[in-house]
């Protein structure tokens, strides 16, 4: 098994599933987002690739699948080990981070550091595609950049301190951290990454310190690889702590030795990334652990115990995104005939002035003189329905494409949902790939209220996700992919929450002009329908309320929130002037009260 998707670890991370990501997707077997994420979606693709071409159908990559899948020779050892590590380092392709470490600045994929190696990298980028080096940064920031890789120590700390930021510098100002980003998308300073890491890290640095140490192994070497990379090798003070380990334990072999390793290069450590240190070493000497609080399985990234020839190893090669990958990915099957990008759909993005145009948001007094109360009572607790005429309008236990779990919904509001995923897969078949829900129906008030009835209770709501993760509520901005999908909403006059007073944009839920259209009956624009106040309404009319209720006897704070308080008088006032006590302030109690 080369790579494959684990049940109780993070997924395996790094640039060579990407590759194998858009190879999938050129043949036609799209994974969605191409994300180097060896995710759900990415295993259910390779099983059906394996299908189609009468593999067993594992969705785990073998070497051989790698071969016929991307047209590439397997991943060398290199390869595997840096992914590895490149995912411990945790800066990908693109990432820099700032002074936190004492590295002056860090960036790309083994973390080159301006204290250490990223001059030299600087060098080779502005000798190989100056041009490119100077459209990512701007001349004067490029040219700002050279001059300070040329510096002495001091003065490439001093640019690293100016240009981080955050209270632990782990941050870096914006234009600078934008400039590497684009710098680290290049293609050429892609190869040149990866050809660093091996020249210098492995080649020079893994491969001298296995020899000295007698790695026999896979395991062993990513040992001694991941040690070049963080420690810059083993200096002396390590190479004396693993010498007196192994010779107090002469007979330790495998596993058992790897852990010696591993403690003493973590003791030679400086105090402050020892544990870092031992995390890491630990991790790759036993085949599984945590790092960063990410759970490893090494077996699932192509790592094993099988033996390794290091004579041999020295001339690796090194697996690169072919040219002929790159640009947009074109989908020939069936399955996705659409054009698919390399967009990020998981990228926040701010939300549009005017989102919603001009439909119009419900309310809880809106919806219960439509619709009447799901049930009597609600907490935070996710509920079903009980009122007996309101569940004979609901439809339960609907499956809809693509969703991976049930629903229930107002039945009206589940054939409109059908409607928008039909135009979704239609119109954005990436998007729609990578489209799940963590819920539609789903009794309970509204988060952090104990008065404000969800729209979720009448099954008029859904809560989308993309690749399984949420929109973060509340941050002012939103997924890309829920950007690109909202106007098929919008057109099917679904309210997207991303306009709510809390931003809420994973939320989609019916409005106003929705029920106009489906349910004309109830006549949504008239007095007698809009004009209803009850429990969760809030604003100058609950107000106005609680001032004519304390006219009418009531004593009660007057705070414009239709809470406990407020519900109690309407109740009582409702029973003494013989209306139904149902807590709604419709055009006849208002009058009462008005009298």
Not at 188 to 208: D, N, P, T, W
Not at 448 to 475: C, F, M, P, Q, Y
Request: aromatic content about 8%; charged content about 25%.
């Amino acid at each position: 098994m080369l790579f494959s998707r684990s049940q109780q670890a993070s997924n395996v991370q790094s640039y060579l599933i990407e590759i194998l990501q858009t190879a999938l997707t050129r043949q036609g077997f799209p994974v969605g987002l191409i994300d180097g994420d060896f995710g759900g979606k990415t295993e259910s693709s390779v099983s059906t690739w394996q299908k189609v071409h009468g593999r067993t159908e594992t969705g785990a990559v073998s070497e051989d699948d790698w071969a016929a899948i991307t047209g590439l020779e397997p991943p060398s050892m290199f390869d595997r080990l840096l992914h590895v590590t490149a995912r411990f380092e945790g800066t990908g392709m693109t990432g820099v981070v700032g002074n936190f470490d004492g590295a002056f600045l860090t960036f790309g994929i083994i973390g080159f550091t301006l204290k250490h190696d990223l001059p030299a990298l600087l060098t080779d980028i502005e000798n190989e595609i100056p041009d490119k080096a100077r459209t990512a940064f701007g001349r004067d920031r490029w040219t700002t950049l050279l001059q300070v890789a040329q510096a002495a120590p001091e003065g490439r700390e001093e640019f690293g301190n100016q240009v981080s930021i955050g209270p632990r510098k782990v941050g870096v100002l914006k234009p600078w951290k934008e400039a590497f980003e684009r710098l680290g998308t290049v293609p050429e300073v892609q190869r040149l990454q990866l050809e660093h890491a091996f020249s210098k890290y492995y080649k020079g640095i893994a491969l001298r310190d296995g020899n000295e140490f007698g790695a026999k192994s896979m395991r062993d070497l990513a040992v001694f690889y991941d040690t070049a990379v963080q420690n810059g090798g083993i200096n002396r003070k390590k190479r004396e702590l693993i010498q007196a380990a192994l010779a107090a334990n002469p007979r330790a072999r495998g596993e058992r030795r790897r852990l010696l390793w591993a403690t003493a290069i973590a003791e030679g450590s400086s105090v402050r990334f020892r544990d870092d240190v031992f995390s890491r070493r630990s991790t790759l000497a036993t085949g599984a652990g945590t790092v960063h609080s990410a759970r490893f399985d090494l077996e699932c990234w192509g790592i094993n115990d099988r033996p390794v020839d290091l004579a041999r190893l020295a001339n690796d090669h090194v697996t690169v995104m072919p040219a002929t990958f790159r640009g947009p990915v074109i989908a020939e099957a069936p399955r996705a005939p659409a054009i698919i990008t390399e967009l990020d759909w998981l990228e926040e993005v701010p939300v549009p002035q005017d989102f919603n145009g001009g439909l119009r948001a419900v309310n809880n007094s809106l919806m219960l003189a439509a619709f009447g109360n799901p049930r009597e009572s609600y907490d935070q607790e996710c509920r079903p329905p009980t009122d007996p005429a309101f569940r004979a309008r609901v439809a339960f236990d609907q499956r809809l494409e693509p969703f991976t779990s049930s629903m229930w919904g107002l039945a009206r509001a589940v054939d409109s949902l059908k409607a928008v995923l039909a135009d979704i897969k239609r119109e954005k078949p990436q998007i729609h790939f990578i489209l799940d829900h963590v819920g539609m129906g789903c009794c309970r008030f509204q988060r952090n209220s104990t008065t404000k009835i969800s729209n979720h209770s009448w099954g008029s709501a859904i809560d989308l996700t993309l690749e399984g993760k949420l929109d973060v509520r509340g941050n002012g901005v939103m997924q890309r992919g829920i950007l690109e999908i909202a106007p098929i909403f919008h057109r099917h006059k679904w309210y997207s929450g991303a306009t709510f007073r809390v931003e809420d944009a994973m939320h989609m839920e019916i409005s106003r002009d929705w029920l106009a259209e489906h349910f004309p009956d109830l006549d949504i624009d008239s007095h007698d329908v809009s004009g209803f106040l009850t429990v969760g309404d809030s604003g100058p009319e609950i107000i106005e309320l609680q001032r004519l209720l304390n006219a009418k006897g009531a004593a009660m704070s007057v705070d414009g929130d239709f809470g406990p308080a407020t519900l109690a008088a309407v109740k009582a006032f409702q029973g003494r002037i013989g209306e139904m006590v149902d807590g709604v302030v419709g055009p006849r109690t208002l009058a009462a009260l008005k009298a």
